[in-house]
């Protein structure tokens, strides 16, 4: 059957640095037919401003919508304590995330039927002890609590990369190298640099403590498709 599916979010639904799990998704379910908005990023706020319009302006109606956002509104403001000559875009405050998500699924519920699927915040940098991991997690159980309330399905990708992250003692991290990002996007072009890029760095799923390499994609992928083969 026939599905169509709007993907949402920030660089990690883009997929243009490292591994885009939308691909990998299309791949498995050739029927279903998906529309990847995500932007490189865009924040929390960006997310659900372009849904709405997208909602309002396109005549064509959705089955199911994916909401991944959120990384950008803890990431970015780290980025910009280190580096004072980056300017950001408009970050929600971590005490405001929890209203800004309940809000937003009240008013895409005024303009869609489509079911909804919340993913968690994969990681931060691989150090999970770090303290912007320890943020996400605080997201990460807001997430789960509101989409609850207005009965999203939440794909948990995060549980996935703790259990493995644990025992990683990566602590490498793109607010270190940030011309890498530029470079990155050019490597991404081909999966076999992106691994390549990843293993130097002594990553386990990702190529820069954020974006996926294969095998961060692939969890993205599963944890979706495992609620896609419910809907």
């Known amino acids: ?34 529309k990847n908005y995500g932007r490189g990023g865009d924040t ?15 005549t064509e109606t ?4 994916v909401i991944e956002a959120g990384l950008n509104d803890l990431f970015l403001p780290f980025v910009k304590m280190k580096w ?5 875009r408009k970050v929600t405050p971590l005490n405001k995330i ?13 303009h869609s039927k489509a079911k909804i699927i ?14 912007l991991n320890q943020k996400r997690r605080l997201v990460n159980n807001q997430i789960k609590e509101i989409g609850s309330k207005h009965g999203a399905y939440i794909a948990d ?19 270190d190298h940030p011309l890498n990002l530029v470079f990155d996007y050019f490597r991404s072009k081909r999966m076999n640099w992106v691994e390549k890029i990843s293993r130097k760095r002594r990553l386990v799923l990702t190529i820069d403590g954020g ?21």
Not at 44 to 58: A, E
Not at 218 to 224: G, R, S
């Open 84 to 88: 004072k000559f980056t300017s950001i």
């Open 62 to 65: 959705y089955d199911i919508i």
């Open 98 to 110: 929890k209203d800004f998500y309940d809000n937003g699924l009240k008013t895409i519920s005024l």
């Open 157 to 175: 990708v995060s549980s996935f990369f703790d259990k493995i992250l644990s025992k990683s003692i990566s602590s490498y991290n793109l607010i």
């Open 1 to 34: 059957m026939t599905k169509r599916i709007l993907f949402i979010g920030d660089s990690i639904t883009e997929g243009k640095i490292g591994i885009g799990y939308i691909d990998i998704i299309q791949h498995y379910f050739p029927q279903f037919q998906c």
């Open 44 to 58: 929390l706020s960006g997310v659900f401003t372009r849904l709405l319009k997208i909602l309002k302006t396109q």
């Open 211 to 231: 974006h996926l390499n294969s095998k961060g994609a692939l969890i993205y992928a599963i944890v979706i498709s495992r609620i896609l083969d419910l809907l």
């Open 118 to 131: 919340l993913t968690t915040l994969s990681c931060l940098g691989e150090n999970i002890s770090s303290p």
